[in-house]
């Protein structure tokens, strides 16, 4: 049985059309800053939000790690939610790199609160306390299980921000979905924040890449210091070209994901209903809890029965819907998830990834 691979959706591969373009792509040296087709994705990008320039980045705790910099000085602080990628899964670069300071701020529902925020903000901490340079929202919220950020509530934390001085990161390595789920407009997202880092390789489906969006002198600046981190390239425009294939035929799809990630979480909660709350699921991704069981063991299971997710904590697994799979190949696997019982009847015909995903955790104890 081949495997179906829901740890994230940043296991998707490249597409026929953008691998066709990815190689037919304009190039150019982009350490010179002479790459056509880098140069026609970083305009593209700052004005998708509504700013003035942009840089392509290989990864994007990259991305987020000079986005950071260019607001936080050293020996200051970014505030962020305690669940945060910059905190929780960018092996503590900020401090070790940038020399920054975190504090971090726990979100209900993991839906960030202006009221909470403001909680934390020290100005003009002189010589006796840290001050708070920063403040760092993720749009959707990865390991609160894809939340997205109401929009609100993201204006006022904007305002908080610009009434005490201090300047607005957005980690929107999946604001993507957040845009296509709500319909707020990108521009719109973007005039609420001094950087953006957008990603290319999850939900969209490009096999690397993110951008940084800011102003023109801090892209600049930004810039300098990708290089000082050895992370300059040369002919990325072979990279840069999937990332606007990705923009330009693979967005709308992602509404898709959601339905299917829904779909997961409504079958599971059928019959583990102490495991998700399907409201809870937004857009792609879908976290659930294993009970009395140990989450890793449940997920070994999983994998031995074909479908492969990821251990959050010692009782949380996340599935997380994207390109390679669609609703009707998730659909009749998850419905084995509950007995781990080797005569658990066959079903109907797998019609897809997913169908088989349902049927491979409906076996497993939770």
């Not at 994705?41 to 990259?62: D, I, P, Q, V």
Request: aromatic share 4%; hydrophobic share 40%.
């Amino acid at each position: 049985m081949p495997a179906i691979d829901l740890r994230s959706d940043t296991l998707t591969r490249p597409t026929p059309g953008m691998l066709e373009a990815m190689t037919t792509a304009p190039v150019g040296d982009d350490v010179y800053d002479e790459d056509p087709t880098v140069h026609e994705l970083e305009s593209r990008a700052a004005e998708l939000f509504g700013h003035e320039a942009a840089l392509f980045c290989a990864t994007g705790s990259l991305s987020n790690q000079l986005g950071v910099r260019m607001l936080v000085e050293p020996g200051t602080e970014v505030l962020c939610d305690v669940q945060a990628h910059i905190v929780r899964a960018e092996m503590g670069a900020h401090a070790a790199v940038g020399q920054v300071t975190t504090r971090t701020f726990s979100s209900p529902s993991g839906l960030a609160d202006a009221d909470r925020i403001a909680e934390l903000i020290s100005v003009g901490g002189g010589p006796y306390h840290v001050s708070t340079a920063a403040v760092a929202i993720e749009n959707t919220l990865n390991y609160a299980g894809g939340k997205i950020q109401p929009y609100q509530n993201l204006v006022e934390i904007s305002e908080l921000c610009q009434q005490y001085g201090i300047k607005r990161h957005l980690d929107g390595a999946r604001l993507w979905n957040a845009h296509i789920a709500t319909g707020v407009p990108l521009e719109s997202y973007g005039a609420l924040y001094d950087t953006i880092s957008v990603c290319f390789s999850k939900g969209l489906g490009a096999p690397i890449g993110s951008v940084l969006v800011s102003s023109a002198d801090n892209i600049a600046r930004a810039r300098i210091v990708r290089k000082r981190m050895g992370a300059g390239w040369r002919q990325a425009g072979v990279l840069a070209a999937a990332a606007l294939y990705a923009l330009d035929n693979q967005l709308a799809r992602l509404a898709d994901d959601h339905v299917a990630a829904r779909a997961f979480a409504d079958e599971l909660a059928a019959l583990a209903p102490a495991a998700i709350t399907p409201d809870d699921v937004q857009t792609n991704i879908v976290v659930f809890d294993t009970g009395d069981h140990d989450a890793g063991a449940v997920a070994e299971s999983a994998a031995e029965q074909g479908i492969r997710v990821s251990q959050l904590g010692p009782r949380t697994l996340r599935a997380v819907a994207h390109l390679d799979v669609d609703e009707g190949t998730a659909g009749r696997r998850a419905r084995s998830s509950g007995r781990c019982s080797p005569d658990v009847p066959d079903l109907e015909p797998v019609e897809g990834p997913l169908t088989s995903a349902y049927r491979a955790l409906v076996s497993l104890p939770l």
